[in-house]
């Protein structure tokens, strides 16, 4: 752990300059608008430890495989978020010195993130080696309101000196990933302009050929008035742009120095509009000034929070916490895009590549579908959909026929590229995520006309897979499925891991069920699929039935639980409690091997199972298995603690509840795993939210209605949360001994509390 880091409703603020700390701080106070995204990188120059990462959503670039020993099936790539063109520099040079916090002695330093209004605000005192001594306070934001957009305001005072401020803004297209995996440069810069006052950058990817166009135009203020600049010195490098302008200041006053940044891809754009429309951009940009776009930026995060706020009385750690993990899922995707999604690190460092995972299928759909409009999580579906070729492609390159799909473990354009052939191979768990994103969009909100449009044809070809992947065991006369990993990433080559025998049966048995309902309403577009998937439904569905009839699930009769894997029982049985937390985490101070050889578990593996199937368990099966499987995890995905946190909270053990929901809700402003450094953890702060709304809350549908099991941890005064549930906007607030239900919007609303159905008109409330 490491808090470093001020506690607050609102912001998060560190106060005090630590370069130790940098590195992680550039992660947590990143900015982004689900098209784009920054570190909290600092404008001037800086020597000490850094990662400079900008990143632009679905510009990537295929890094050649690397791995020690390669296996056949291997991909020969794996697709990066790449660090894009690097616009934020202002630099800052007095008497042939540059300001840089690495060598200056810095007093009275401030970083904040407002998340209310979306901004990151940093100010400081600097003492440089020359003894200038300047204060400034830089504000930035990449605006929510124009995708395009971002803007600095970067106010400098000199405090001991009258004198020359040589300002630098610069467009750097010389980027390197820091992950890359021969060195390699990806870019090549095509383009660089510079006029007085504005600067421009084309540059394209190797290999993938996506351009990016960057557009930079500044504007001067001096003690408050507007400073014309007639002339500056323009620097048009073959990978640099910049413009240089020197302003002479007196003791005490401030200089303004206005950035405002355009940012367009290929991805929207004509490469030959890239520039030309940079240009009309940033020129009305500055034309509207730092403070109306910050205006505008600032009233979609009002909406964004009137909407998805969740607040908690009498705790500020976890208000903080929880505003802290909205903040950054709403900057991380905003499903306008059905070719964006959400990377486990999103736009906050280069780890896991940014490309998708079953994260978001398993943890992100339940907090958009709750809290945006249901075409968000619509088109996340969407995007699977439209992989569903290369998936049937992948399922064929491991032998997988008939239009079987195995989704990759990690994707970006559809193509697997995870080289781990454990995880690769092996954690074909994913797949059923997928088919479970549809049951829970379907179940959510009421579209199950989904299934003819997209949604059966990616149902049939995930359980085509299953159907191929189960064999039959003569031995147990049942079905199994041999050789793979779990969710817990701590088993590899397991048999029969209970999870993905529960998940397999499962998707089969809904893609039965969907089947059948498109079959009975929609008879021609039944055919017309049957035809384009080549469906044998009564052969293929009579297989499917057998498989699930038959399939095997380990136990331990004993103990009366699920058992993890075959032979799980074989190995010593230590609890997570008896470790020495010294060796935590174990992935930090273990050999692999020993990791594997233990009973300790990663993440929430049989418990996620009992996590989606809840309805099948009874309290009692419920606890054995949390009591059981929760004292030998070590939560070290941060997507652990959030379902532990549920199920705690499902049995009605709120102190484990409400400390896993601390872990899970804190973890990077608290560093729990000593890896903020790398990046955020964007898609577990979807289980964050579960684990109040669900966990907390109880939240769950059940035949359509939408109910409610609320409990409050003891330190709470009370928490309110809304939730938009088909056409209503709910507003549900928790006290001690008190539940408030508030219809805000969408007509007369049926739902239920701790079992009992109410109705609530618009507009009016229910307490219990
Ligand atoms: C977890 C996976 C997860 C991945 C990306 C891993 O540590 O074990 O379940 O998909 O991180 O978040």
Redesign the pocket.
Known sequence: MNKYLKVDDWCIIEEGFDPKNHRSSESIFSLGNGRMGQRANFEEKYSGNTLQGTYIGGVYYTDKTRVGWWKNGYPEYFAKVLNAPYWNGIYVEINNEQLDLGVCKVRDFTRILNMKEGYLERSFIAIMPNGNEVKVNARRFISMANKEIAAIRYALTPLNFSGDILFTSSIDGDIINEDANYNEKFWDVLETDALNGEAYLRSQTKKTNFQVGVGIKYAITLGGNEYPVLEDETIIDQNYVANKVSVFVEKGKQVCFYKYIAVLSSMNHNVSDLLPNAKILVNDACSKGFDTLLEEHRLVWKEIWEHSDIVIEGDVEAQQGIRFNIFQLKQTYTGDDARLNIG?KGFTGEK?GGST???TEAYCVPFYLSTADAKVTRNLLIYRYKQLDKAIENGQKLGFTDGAALYP?VTMNGEECHNEWEITFEEIHRNGAIAYAIYRYINYTGDDFYLEEYGLEVLTAIARFWAQRATFSEARKKYVILGVTG?N?YENNVNNNWYTNKIATWCMKYAIECLEKVKSRSTDRFLELVEKLKLDYKAETRKWQEIIDQMYFPEEKELGIFLQQDGYMDKEQILAADLNPEIRPLNQHWSWDRILRSCFI??ADVLQGIYFFEKEYDDACIKRNFDFYESRTVH????SPCVHSILAARIGDMTKAYNLYLRTARLDLDDYNKEAHEGL?I??MAGTWMSIVEGFGGMRIKEGILSFQPAIPESWKSYSFKVMYRKNILNVRVQHGKVIIFNEEGGVMELAVYGKKYKIVENSKIEI
């Open positions: 486990p896991y995972y079953w994260d473990m969710p990433e990663k993440q070290e995905s941060s997507l953890h898609t577990s």
